[in-house]
């Protein structure tokens, strides 16, 4: 039979581990926090990230200010703190209207459209000799995905679903990999009878790219997984 003692002393200890743990998860939490920048490029990913480690917190609005003010940029920060004096007796309402700022200041639909056109056209070519931009290039492709499958900013990104968005894309790719995907995209209209793949599709194949380096280029895989 089980001792009654060692049983005792399990449900007795069982607090002690629970905030042991709790105190753990909150540490590992509160090291995931990232500084903003103030630029609009990098807002909606700040914000996301943000956002759901507060979830996970499960903060009082009190606490969200004193997260928020500590972790936005110095210029964002300066009217974050202003519009916390101003509303020291009403947490939720200050936290309103920073996160109100903010959107105005670095969250606009054409902010962000602007941001991430000038990642795009600021990116290098890939060349045979540097594979590994293929990772750097499918990050970039994410937040642009990521992106459109927001309300607020999928009308204006909508263009990424047309030849127009995705070629400038594809010629950033080497001339083998860009032959590639034009047999890609005429099959894909071929049999769905589109006049272009989605930007998912895009996605899906630079995703396939990377695979085969992986296949191809054992040393890389080993080093830049």
Partial sequence: MPSLVGSEMCIRDRPMVDLSNYLLKKDLLLHRFTAFDDSAQNYTVWKVGFVNILKELKVSP????DLLTKWLGPESKKYALSIRSANTLQPERGLTLIWARLEDRCGKPEMVEAALKAK????????????????????????????????????LLGYYDTSSGILPIVSKL?????DKWATRASQYKRLNNSPFPPFGIFVRFVQEILSLI?????????IHI
């Avoid at 080497?174 to 860009?178: D, E, G, L, M, N």
């Fill in 174 to 178: 080497t001339y083998q990999i860009q």
């Fill in 62 to 65: 009190i606490e969200e200010l």
């Fill in 214 to 222: 992986h296949i191809s280029e054992p040393t890389l895989s080993l």
């Fill in 120 to 155: 795009l056209r600021d990116f290098p070519r890939i060349t045979e000799a540097d594979p590994k931009r293929y990772y750097d290039l499918l990050d970039l492709l994410y937040e642009i995905e990521s992106n459109m499958q927001d309300p607020k900013y999928s009308r």
